[in-house]
């Protein structure tokens, strides 16, 4: 055969190389070639401790591997990795499979050291003479070596080349690091850690991915044939991948049987038969990585991107993406499938993925702020617009994956309704709720002192039949605009804004922006309790989960627990629970709001199970968006409706066609027109089904009653009330008093001030109405009664005198009749 220059210089360094290792054998070995013997009275001490050290990647027992996250029955909903590995005990390979994979790459690797060199030398001579390929001549532990130093580049091609150059330092470096690697571990130990780390191809690292990719068995289940085509595998995985090039596969496969036949290890018998054994692609199974492919994408990219911002997997950004890449992490969450997919359900039968709507459900455990579901009318992730698929969170704040909010309508009256209670303003607090009321001008509290309603700010109502004056429990039934603008202001607008900040109320934003300071930007927008304000849905869940924890705050958390690859538990990313909000305020909004679902605008929404549930509708202007929030003492869903500003409005040609809003919008998946309603449409349609199903794993807790102060108001006394309409008013309204003037009948002149009810130094409930009572004259029905009583004296009158002269005269004629 020809002998290239090329050649020529291999045989030179593989020359070398045995010299090299001849060299060391002389003076190590021991060490090198003898399993158990030490280095002890072979060359000096300061060698053997060099010979003993290793690199810390070499001394760690888990190579890189996958994480996987789990949904709350203990099934898996996704992977993260780098590599598709999970690394399992000696015991739990197959004895086929170690023999096989020791019969092709190392069989005396239980009689000799760290360095077979009668292997090294028949290779070496091998492949020098023969052109049928070339014969490894490392055993497995320097294998191994060469493995663990290439892992550590992860792949950083750079790091990899320089970790297979053929030099005299980098094999001298392998042979040491073999030789202290036999002095730290047994053989068998060596062995479990080469099967875990090596590639078989295909994306499968390690022999249990290996066994469950190609064969869909675990390690401990393969079969001779299956067996002999892994651990042929390992020399050149891309070339001999039997998915890609079945037939070298197969041939390399025959290669190992031939050789364990050679060695003993089967019988001829038994290699024909297993020949015989086509590989079946059927049983491929493949593992993706990430979250695109997964049951919930965007539950699992949440799981993610808390993961990759959590201190407890490490200080930067790349430790902690390689605890999760490469950590082998298993990472419970809270989802409910069967809540999930019942979710999923009632959102997508409302607005498809291609439908000119967006549509979510989401739910959180109370007193944790565990996410149990959150589902969204595109649930496919992906770049297809046309079918509907979207990579962001339509739910989440812009950290989590979200890319914009929704405007929440009524439903952020129940944060003016907790700025108020927390102020002392009761239950019972009355407001004339007349339609429309003109705020231009009107004065209020912002953050930065007392300030007027700039610009018009004309309100009205929507509801029809409560314009007049209506206490908080009447004004949240109806979804009263003009008493919830009154109750904000009278509560001060900084207060409110800073209620639904502690309450977690998150406003959207641009991609890359600052998040935005909901006090900062709303404490001077009246507006607010209107809920224009744009808000990610699952902020509002979190705003909502609060009232029902009485008071007790948590961040959205979607992991309850991790624990690394040795099992040890990992601290999880914290929801920060804390009380933010007095139980006894908290107790007064749910009141509140459970009268909404008993009596009011909600009522259409209520689960009809004898469960106490709270909740609060929300319409914004030409009803493009509707939503329900809802919750009882165990669980809180907030479901969302709104029209799609990034995409075609429906079709012109259907009757019913609106250009903007919810309202009468046909629905193109549905055939169907929705109503343009928090209740009808968000609540009973989504939140009602899907907590009704929910709510029958859950205890039947009622709400705690509020205190008498916060429903009917602490006892106070007036002040002394003058005459002086104008300052006894300010006087009255500067400690939170409503006035109103009131005009009654009286026998004063018209207009005439009749003095206060109550008044002067009276008991009363705080931030009660006050009136100003006015005469409107007299009365016209007891005038009109007067009159009548006058008339009816005077016909009396006339009636008596006539019947007593016509007696008179009777008398007389008589007398007359008897003189004559």
Not at 232 to 253: C, E, I, T
Not at 399 to 409: L, N, S
Not at 710 to 733: F, H
Request: net charge positive; hydrophobic share 35%; with cysteine.
């Amino acid at each position: 055969m020809p002998f290239s220059p090329k050649r020529a210089g291999s045989v030179v360094y593989s020359l070398v190389m045995f010299v090299i290792v001849s060299v060391l054998a002389g003076v190590l070995v021991a060490g090198l070639f003898v399993p158990i013997a030490g280095m002890a009275g072979v060359g000096s001490k300061a060698a053997a401790t060099e010979l003993e050290s290793l690199p810390a990647e070499l001394a760690t027992p888990a190579p890189p591997t996958r994480s996987r996250v789990l949904m709350g029955n203990g099934k898996t909903l996704g992977y993260f990795f780098d590599e598709n590995r999970v690394p399992i005990k000696l015991s739990q390979v197959a004895p086929v499979m170690r023999q096989a994979q020791l019969a092709i790459e190392d069989h005396r690797y239980y009689e000799h050291g760290a360095i077979d060199l009668k292997g090294t030398l028949r290779a070496l001579i091998r492949n020098q003479t023969s052109d049928t390929g070339t014969q490894g001549g490392s055993s497995i532990t320097q294998q191994y070596v060469k493995m663990v130093q290439i892992e550590a580049c992860k792949s950083d091609k750079k790091c990899v080349a320089a970790a297979q150059v053929r030099t005299m330092k980098r094999k001298i470096r392998e042979l040491r690091y073999a030789v202290a690697l036999e002095r730290k571990f047994t053989k068998d130990q060596i062995l479990e850690r080469y099967l875990n780390i090596a590639y078989y191809g295909d994306g499968a690292y390690g022999i249990q991915s290996a066994a469950k990719h190609y064969f869909d068995v675990p390690a401990s289940e393969l079969t001779l044939p299956q067996a002999a085509m892994l651990a042929g595998l390992v020399q050149n995985p891309d070339s001999y991948n039997p998915v890609q090039h079945p037939a070298a596969a197969s041939d390399r496969r025959d290669v190992v049987l031939n050789r364990m036949v050679e060695l003993k290890i089967i019988t001829l018998a038994q290699s024909k038969k297993a020949k015989k054994v086509e590989f079946d692609t059927k049983d491929v199974k493949v593992v993706q990585a990430g979250c695109n492919d997964t049951r919930y994408p965007f539950l699992c990219d949440y799981v993610k991107r808390t993961l990759l911002d959590s201190p407890a997997l490490g200080k930067t950004a790349t430790q902690r993406r390689d605890a999760l890449y490469r950590g082998g992490l298993t990472i419970k969450t809270a989802i409910d499938p069967k809540t999930q997919d019942l979710a999923q359900e009632k959102v997508s039968s409302v607005v498809a993925p291609t439908d000119p709507l967006i549509s979510t459900m989401n739910m959180i455990q109370p007193g944790t702020g565990l996410i149990v579901a959150s589902a969204q009318s595109r649930p496919v992730m992906g770049s297809n617009e046309k079918k509907g698929q979207t990579y962001w969170n339509l739910s989440a704040d812009v950290e989590h994956g979200g890319i914009q909010g929704y405007q929440a309508g009524s439903t952020f009256k129940a944060f003016t309704i907790a700025a108020a209670l927390e102020k002392g303003i009761p239950i019972s607090k009355k407001f004339n709720a007349k339609s429309p009321m003109d705020f231009s001008g009107k004065r209020y509290e912002s953050c930065s002192g007392n300030v007027p309603v700039y610009g018009k700010f004309k309100v009205a109502n929507s509801v029809l039949g409560y314009n007049r004056t209506i206490n908080m429990t009447t004004a949240a039934e109806g979804s009263v605009n003009t008493y919830f603008v009154q109750l904000e202001l009278a509560a001060g607008m900084c207060n409110v804004t800073k209620m639904a900040q502690k309450l977690g109320v998150k406003v959207g934003q641009q991609i890359g922006d600052p998040p935005v300071d909901i006090v900062k930007e709303y404490n001077d927008k009246p507006s607010f309790t209107l809920g224009t304000a744009e808000v990610s849905p699952m902020s509002m869940a979190e705003a909502y989960a609060t009232f029902a924890a009485r008071g007790v705050h948590c961040d959205p958390i979607i992991v309850s627990k991790i624990t690394n690859a040795a099992g040890k538990s990992i601290p999880v990313p914290s929801a920060n629970c804390k009380q933010v909000l007095d139980p006894d305020v908290a107790d007064g909004v749910s009141k509140v709001l459970k009268s909404v679902m008993d009596n009011g605008t909600g009522k259409r929404a209520k689960v009809l199970n004898g469960y106490d549930q709270a909740g609060k509708t929300g319409t914004i202007d030409s009803n493009r968006a509707v939503w329900f929030a809802g919750y009882t003492p165990e669980a809180a869903g907030v479901a969302m409706i709104s029209v799609d500003g990034t995409r075609k409005p429906f079709d012109r040609d259907k009757s019913g066609y609106i250009s903007t809003g919810v309202k009468h919008y046909y629905v193109p998946s549905t055939d169907r027109e929705l109503e343009g309603s928090g209740s009808g449409d968000a609540g009973a349609k989504i939140w009602e089904p899907v907590m009704e199903k929910y709510l029958k794993t859950l205890p039947d807790t009622k709400f705690e009653q509020p205190s008498r102060n916060l429903v009917v108001g602490k006892k106070v006394r007036l002040p002394y009330l003058s005459y002086d309409i104008d300052a006894a008013t300010k006087k009255l309204e500067k400690l939170g008093f409503t006035v109103e003037r009131r005009y009654v009948y009286s026998s004063r002149d018209k207009y005439a001030f009749l003095g206060w009810s109550p008044g002067s130094y009276a008991t009363v409930p705080q931030y009660s109405t006050v009136y100003a009572n006015f005469s409107k004259g007299k009365d016209p029905a007891i005038e009109k009664a007067k009159k009548a009583a006058a008339k009816e004296k005077a016909a009396k009158e006339k009636a008596a005198k006539e019947k007593a002269a016509a007696a008179k005269k009777a008398a007389e004629d008589k007398k007359k009749k008897a003189g004559g």
